[in-house]
């Protein structure tokens, strides 16, 4: 585990297919973030829109 910003993160392998990796290089690129950062913020808009995350998060 490593920790970031006051919290800690988990490594993990993701598999996915080239198609949805290179649409996220992509929007990663468009928006100036990392890989990994554009992954975080696409779960956490999801977890966020679900109501699964808590608030202050």
Known sequence: MVKEKGHQTKSFVLRIDSE?????????????????GQIVYILDQALKKNGRLNKKA
């Open 20 to 36: 949805r990796m290179e649409a996220i290089e992509k929007w990663a690129a468009d928006e100036f973030r990392s890989i990994n």
